[in-house]
């Protein structure tokens, strides 16, 4: 193998409805423009507040590990900048849901404590809607996506006017675990079994619907003493992916303005054919065993040929499938007829890591001028190309894998999974017809559009338009 909770009181609740009920008139947002060449801070002290795994105590550095050589050129970065702007930086590195709650006690008893703040976006969310973050448009150029993110990917901290915490998308290795779903391939028992390689199909533009159902047959096999299956898959997972591979995701914005795609003509045909695959053409070819660490456990133990999986369980820790396998591929989703040739969509319900500025920063601006500094990208990782050349040599078996998994990264969506927007789509796999499924769930859904999707819609609009 290759080298390489949230606690909202009562209060917060109170603020985000509070939030909630303010006049939902756009507002203009000002174009980045700041000129920070040759700044000095005069000795300006930022206090960064980074949240992660582990134990308080586990060594961090910037989310590498330290003494590794990229935990060495975070470290070196961040002296440069206190040396040319003439500042200081103090790191302080917590577990999750730590970091979150310092910086919520320290503003509700009105005092200051971070000036930045680095925190997974399940937890940052509700800091989010309860306007505990510095909108950052004004600050920084949110719209350089290849250093702060796509707005999908920042979909759950964009929200009503403004972006409100930035990925560090041009430092290798920090989000390539926070998303889903990628599908594994067993290159193992394609070569065992004669099948031809399925990553052929991505890069020929075959890996349609069709194929994915043919391949799945094809993968099948009870040779008398076990059987191997076509696919492991938590339920969840398959039927997000199966949603979104048709060219469309959970919010859209129309003529009618912002509608579910749920609803729409491509996330049915999505959702029908979804449904037909599982339970009725490929029903034989899928694991029944469909818990998120089984599925994991059936295709490590060669049980089946795919498997459908967040990415966590494939580089999150020394653990996870790519260090612990001796040969996998990795593929997007089949695409549907309505999709994007391409574009691989995927879908997080949170990210490692976002940063943001809190509300009562000492200077926002100060704050704003050492992130935009810090998370340049470092020098060999300057492109994409950079840091898939990385991860194709550190990481993956092929570059062909490093390309489809920053594809996925890139056109990641939020998933709503908390608000709810995920169990309804999971609801579709059952019994029921797709559209009695989604008629009884109409009103439940149009609520959730309301209350949670539209906001951060509509700030996402405001900010890099349509």
């Not at 048709?246 to 749920?262: A, C, F, H, P, Q």
């Not at 200077?363 to 994409?384: N, W």
Request: proline residues 4%; aromatic residues 10%; glycine residues 8%.
């Amino acid at each position: 193998m290759k080298t390489t909770i949230r606690l909202i009181s009562l209060l917060l609740v109170v603020l985000f409805v509070l939030c909630s009920c303010q006049s939902s008139e756009p507002e203009i947002i000002p174009e980045y423009s700041s000129d920070r060449v040759g700044i000095d801070l005069d000795g300006y002290t930022l206090k960064w507040g980074w949240a992660k795994s582990g134990n308080d105590n586990d060594d961090n550095i910037f989310g590498y590990i330290p003494g590794t050589a990229l935990a060495d050129t975070a470290l070196e970065r961040m002296k440069e900048i206190q040396s040319s702007l003439n500042c200081v930086i103090e790191m302080e590195y917590k577990g999750f849901g730590t970091i979150g709650g310092n910086m919520q006690g320290a503003i509700l008893s009105g005092t200051q404590l971070y000036d930045l703040m680095t925190n997974e976006s399940f937890q940052t969310l509700g800091y989010v809607r309860a306007g505990y973050f510095t909108g950052l448009s004004s600050l920084i150029d949110v719209t350089k996506t290849d250093k702060w993110g796509t707005p999908g990917m920042l979909q759950s901290v964009i929200y009503e006017d403004d972006v409100y915490s930035v990925v560090p998308l041009a430092w290798p290795e920090l989000l390539y675990t926070t998303f889903g779903c990628p599908i594994v391939v067993n290159e193992d028992l394609i070569s065992q079994y004669g099948h031809e390689d399925p990553r052929e199909f991505v890069e020929d533009g075959t890996w349609t619907w069709d194929k994915f159902e043919e391949s799945l047959h094809a993968y099948t096999v009870n040779d008398g003493e076990r059987k191997i299956y076509g696919i492991s898959s938590h339920t969840a997972y398959y039927s997000m992916l199966m949603f979104l591979s048709n060219g469309v995701t959970l919010t859209e914005y129309t003529e009618d303005g912002i509608v579910s795609g749920l609803y729409t003509e491509a996330g049915i045909q999505a959702m029908e054919r979804a449904q037909k695959i599982i339970r009725e053409t490929c029903a034989d070819c899928f694991n029944p065993i469909e818990t998120t660490s089984g599925v994991v456990s059936e295709f490590e133990n060669g049980n089946s040929v795919l498997l459908v999986t967040n990415s966590s369980s494939i580089l999150g820790n020394t653990n996870a499938i790519m260090y612990k396998m001796s040969n996998v591929g990795i593929l997007p989703f089949p695409q549907g007829p309505n999709a994007v040739p391409g574009v691989y969509p995927s879908y997080h319900e949170t990210l490692l890591y976002v940063t943001g500025i809190p509300v009562n920063a000492k200077d926002a601006e100060a704050a704003a001028t050492i992130l935009d500094r810090m998370f340049e990208p470092f020098e060999g990782y300057e492109t994409k190309d950079d840091i898939i050349s990385y991860l194709a040599g550190q990481v993956f078996f092929d570059e062909r894998d490093a390309r489809v998994f920053v594809n996925m990264l890139e056109n990641t969506e939020y998933g709503y999974q908390n608000d709810g927007a995920r169990a309804a789509i999971e609801q579709v796999m059952g019994n029921n017809t797709v559209t009695e499924v989604l008629e009884g769930l109409e009103n439940v859904y149009n609520d959730l559009l309301e209350e949670h999707m539209k906001p951060h819609y509509q700030g996402r609009l405001a900010v890099y338009g349509e």
